[in-house]
């Protein structure tokens, strides 16, 4: 670890650490510059957990569902790539791609679960993490619509419905099939969009 309270993916589901921050301490580290601005990191339950770098697979997902959700979703609501949702006072996680409230008044400030409509994970390394704790604290703080993009697995699974610290409906979406979010039923994605190609179909 670089610094108490701040580790690796591998270790976040592995280690106590002694040293919390809340959401104001993490934005204070970074105006302070200790926090760099084009590293990957996200603050879950006070820890500052460091992201490993995005693959080509993983921008290619991330890049196709951005490019799907905007039109349909202009002046309906923001389609945010890789920005942070405030869940609590020490969670302050960052979905590849966010589904939020369009505000009328375009004020700037944090979005919280209750201006959330859908979270989307793209995962391959980061797998266990966004499926395990991460997706546990999205339920708990009651965002109502997650997506995990499986690229080991090529699927989609969708969670909605949570429940304490889980979901209670979860269904999984494969290639051939498609997916719309809960909030947005006539925005329909077909799977095979935005799972990058495998070799056979290049």
Not at 85 to 112: E, G, H, K, T
Not at 139 to 157: D, H, M, Q, Y
Request: glycine share 6%.
């Amino acid at each position: 670890m670089a610094a108490a309270g701040i580790i690796t993916l591998r270790e976040a589901d592995s280690l106590a650490v002694g040293r919390r921050f809340t959401v104001s301490e993490y934005y204070a580290l970074g105006e302070a510059g200790i926090l760099c601005e084009d590293e990957r990191i996200e603050l879950l339950d006070g820890e500052i957990i460091i992201m490993p770098p995005i693959g080509d697979n993983h921008e290619f997902s991330t890049d196709e569902l951005n490019m799907m959700f905007v039109p349909p979703l202009v002046g309906r609501a923001r389609v945010r790539v890789q920005g942070s949702v405030v869940l609590n006072d020490n969670s302050m996680p960052q979905p590849d791609l966010a589904i939020l409230a369009n505000r009328l008044n375009n004020r700037v400030a944090p979005y919280y679960p209750s201006e959330v409509y859908l979270l989307i994970e793209v995962a391959d390394s980061s797998l266990s993490y966004d499926r395990g704790r991460k997706l546990s604290r999205y339920a708990s703080s009651g965002v109502p619509e997650v997506w995990i993009v499986n690229l080991r697995s090529r699927e989609v699974v969708s969670y909605a419905d949570p429940e304490g610290s889980a979901y209670t409906t979860v269904r999984a979406f494969r290639p051939g099939e498609s997916i719309s979010p809960r909030a947005f039923p006539d925005v329909v994605l077909a799977v095979d969009a935005f799972l990058p190609p495998t070799d056979e179909g290049q």
